[in-house]
């Protein structure tokens, strides 16, 4: 079979039948890597030797009759994951060198499932970026376009997903990190619901690989397809089994419709933080009649949606003061208190107090309420991931001093993040699908929201929608 671009099910299907062997499969996407990568830079630890031997012990088991889930793919796991006897550097020159001893437990389940990890995908610096470039590996490029970034922090694993390089990845999120690289890339990603996923081992280097609950961060699956975003996440949902005592799965309430007509959606193009570009807009609005097409309820306004700006706000003061809790801040000046800007927000966040943090949680669980009330009248919120498609590769080495061009305006960089902050402060799931491309030919994405615990409400609509609206479709360069 022609392997490239397949999706892990067609693979899957074609292992159980014979037509193709684990071996086959692994040695073609080692060699498409060595052919097409240098460019891409997608895969910045390979594992070539351990996934041979992975993928001859998947036929092997095959042949004993085994059939577990992902037996047999080749795959591809974010740097940021403990993956035994492979350096995990967070992209930060300090760290260059160290090696974790133990897999991660995302990287225990994919083995457990019978996956072949091919190696890692790059990473930005401390994992704190909308592109991926860091000083050990260099810069990965947009598959689309050289130019242009694969977005971050999970860009190399969906540079490598749209590279035809493996089935599947995995990544992490907490500023859009899944969703704005396949935004971006024209691939498909879910947020997990905040806590659905175990992520011990997806921790900084050196730091113990404890299983903590993280405040707004989840680890979940990439892919070329919705239906493969469904396999991957049943190997990935679950709580770990330190702190639960055996290994487990979590069972899901099926999704809440299975045809477009009883799908009751919310459609938004509009933030009041900052303008949504002309391509995503479209892109959205392509969503939104072929949800209408299809016999969806499709609204565009509605009383229950929770204030816009006070979610941005929030989000920012709960991400900023989260990531820079460990960094000296005895030199900032905090913004003077009139200043509302998001820039300004951040600014202040930097320097939070656990009183400061105590509040902002008080307005994250009113907000939380506030999506229940909504998810009450409404099944999904079709909305945008990023204001722009994938955009110049920009490496300022201060990044508050960059801005992001929409339409022909300069906005600060970091506000480009509200869109993502929507689900990810309330700790919501969220599906990226492709959703056409602009007149460029970039990939434009938009994110599918869904209620607290029902990941599979979102995944279903996902899959409704990829015929109608074409799904993936591999770069010309990539071919």
Same mark, same amino acid.
């Given at each position: ?37 240098? @460019? ?13 031997a992975a993928a001859h012990r998947a036929d092997q088991a095959r042949a004993r009759g085994e059939n577990r ?6 795959? #591809? ?15 930060? !020159? ?46 990965? #490029? ?13 860009? &190399? ?13 995995? *990544? ?8 704005? !690289? ?12 905040? &806590? ?13 690989a404890l299983p903590v609950d993280l405040d707004l961060a989840v680890v979940g699956p990439m892919a070329r ?12 949902? *679950?709580?770990?089994?330190?702190? /639960? ?25 509009? /933030? ?16 939104? %009649? ?15 949606? !929770? ?5 941005? #706000? ?36 930097? $320097? ?10 008080? *307005?994250?669980? %009113? /907000? ?11 099944? +999904?919120?079709?909305?945008?991931? $990023?204001? $722009? ?20 305006? *300069? ?6 993040? +509200? ?11 969220? #599906? ?11 990939? +434009?994405? @938009? ?16 899959e409704l929608l990829e015929p109608r609206i074409g799904g993936f479709r591999a770069p010309k360069q990539a071919?």
């Amino acid at each position: 079979m022609e392997s490239t671009f397949a999706s892990a099910e067609e693979i899957l299907a074609a292992l159980r039948t014979g037509a193709v062997t684990s071996v086959e499969l692994t040695d073609a996407a080692i060699a498409r890597i060595e052919r097409a990568d240098e @460019v891409v830079n997608a895969i910045c630890v390979p594992d070539f030797d351990r996934a041979r031997a992975a993928a001859h012990r998947a036929d092997q088991a095959r042949a004993r009759g085994e059939n577990r889930p992902l037996l047999g793919v080749p795959v #591809t796991v974010k740097e940021s994951y403990d993956i035994a006897g492979l350096p995990t550097t967070w992209g930060m !020159p300090a760290h260059r060198d160290f090696v974790p001893v133990q897999d991660a437990v995302q990287v225990s389940r994919l083995k457990d499932a019978g996956a072949v990890v091919l190696g890692k995908t790059n990473v930005p610096l401390g994992l704190q970026d909308i592109q991926t470039f860091n000083e050990i590996y260099g810069t990965t #490029t947009n598959p689309w376009d050289r130019g242009r970034t694969p977005g971050g922090s999970s860009g &190399g694993s969906a540079a490598a997903l749209a590279s035809g390089f493996g089935a599947l990845s995995i *990544g992490s999120d907490i500023g859009g990190s899944l969703r704005t !690289p396949a935004h971006f890339c024209g691939v498909y990603a879910h947020k997990p619901t905040l &806590g659905l996923a175990a992520s011990r081992g997806m921790v900084p280097p050196t730091e113990p690989a404890l299983p903590v609950d993280l405040d707004l961060a989840v680890v979940g699956p990439m892919a070329r397809t919705a239906g493969d975003l469904t396999l991957l996440l049943d190997v990935m949902a *679950g709580p770990d089994p330190l702190t /639960h005592g055996v290994a487990h799965r979590v069972s899901l309430p099926p999704a809440r419709h299975d045809r477009l007509d009883g799908f009751r959606v919310l459609v938004l193009d509009d /933030h009041p933080c900052l303008p949504t570009g002309a391509a995503v807009r479209a892109g959205v609005n392509r969503v939104a %009649a072929e949800l209408a097409d299809g016999g969806a309820r499709v609204e565009r306004h509605s009383t229950l949606l !929770p204030d816009l700006t006070e979610a941005a #706000t929030l989000y920012m003061r709960l991400l900023i003061s989260g990531s820079t809790a460990r960094f000296p801040t005895e030199s900032l000046k905090r913004p003077d208190d009139a200043d509302r800007s998001l820039d300004a927000v951040r600014l202040r966040a930097m $320097t939070a107090t656990h009183h400061d943090w105590l509040e902002a949680n008080r *307005g994250r669980e %009113a /907000h939380r309420h506030a999506w229940r009330r909504l998810f009450a009248e409404f099944d +999904v919120v079709v909305c945008p991931i $990023t204001p $722009t498609p994938a955009f110049p590769h920009d490496h300022n080495p201060n990044p508050m001093a960059r801005h992001i061009d929409i339409d022909g305006v *300069g906005y600060p960089y970091f506000d480009q993040l +509200v869109w993502a902050g929507l689900a990810t402060m309330p700790g919501l799931p969220a #599906t990226a699908i492709p959703a056409g491309r602009s007149p460029e030919g970039l990939p +434009v994405g @938009v994110q599918l929201i869904g209620p607290m615990y029902e990941d599979r409400t979102p995944l279903r609509l996902a899959e409704l929608l990829e015929p109608r609206i074409g799904g993936f479709r591999a770069p010309k360069q990539a071919g």
